[in-house]
């Protein structure tokens, strides 16, 4: 058990839709990562947030937007959903810095 | 942009066998971690190594910076082992992880 938890483990949805998921980060930890795994692109990083800020960008769409709350834990929102949106995605926190980063168990999206 | 490149994509091995993960990145290293993604999908860290050698059970790993690689060792294999091991590395200012696209290792009774 790595602490971090996911919720929901698993979402079906429609395209057009929009979906929120939701990270638990460790206990201490300050810096949460969203990172997306599809079978094409590989684990790519999506946005960093450290103590309720955002401090980094990857490749995240526009249509998608996160923000890390007062007691740390983290949402990733999806909106107008398209079927190249299939694909999971991992929430990692770490204590910040160049530190282990620790995965949680992810949430598999699919979109019919 | 960055590059991490992994070999070998694929390995089988008879259990009881040892083998060697190689992770290639094309500039400085202030971050590097070996991850282990069970056929369940779990992302496991494995080790977080910079530079040097460490060592877990089994597994040990070395990261030469200035060389740019970093070795994953994995002796007696178990099935247990099988899944894909990814290394994902960080620069300087940059925390965030950019990953090779795995070693799929296959571990057979």
């Known amino acids: 058990d790595s602490g971090v938890t996911q919720t929901p483990k698993h979402l079906i949805t429609a395209t057009g839709q929009r979906v929120t998921l939701r990270c638990s980060p460790r206990s201490g930890d300050l810096s949460v990562y969203w990172y997306q795994q599809s079978l094409d692109q590989g684990l790519q990083f999506l946005i960093q947030?450290?103590?309720?800020?955002?401090?980094a960008k990857g490749n995240i769409l526009e249509r998608f937007s996160a923000q890390q709350f007062p007691d740390l834990h983290s949402e990733l929102n999806l909106s107008s959903l398209e079927l190249g949106d299939s694909a999971l995605y991992f929430c990692?926190?770490?204590?910040?810095?160049?530190?282990?980063?620790?995965f949680g168990d992810g949430t598999r999206l699919s979109i019919l | 942009g960055i590059q991490v490149e992994q070999s070998p994509p694929d390995l089988i091995l008879q259990e009881g066998a040892n083998s060697t993960l190689r992770c290639n990145f094309s500039d400085s290293v202030n971050n590097l971690q070996w991850f282990h993604q069970n056929p369940w999908g779990q992302l496991i860290n494995l080790f977080y190594i910079p530079s040097g050698t460490k060592q877990n059970g089994r597994l040990s790993a070395t990261t030469v910076a200035t060389e740019r690689y970093s070795l994953l060792y994995i002796s007696s294999s178990q099935t247990t082992d099988s899944g894909v091991y990814f290394c994902?590395?960080?620069?300087?200012?940059?925390?965030?992880?950019?990953f090779g696209k795995g070693t799929k290792l296959s571990v057979i009774p």
């Open positions: 990692a926190s770490s204590k910040g810095g160049h530190q282990p980063q620790h």
């Open positions: 947030y450290y103590n309720g800020e955002e401090r």
């Open positions: 994902g590395r960080g620069g300087a200012g940059s925390y965030q992880l950019t």
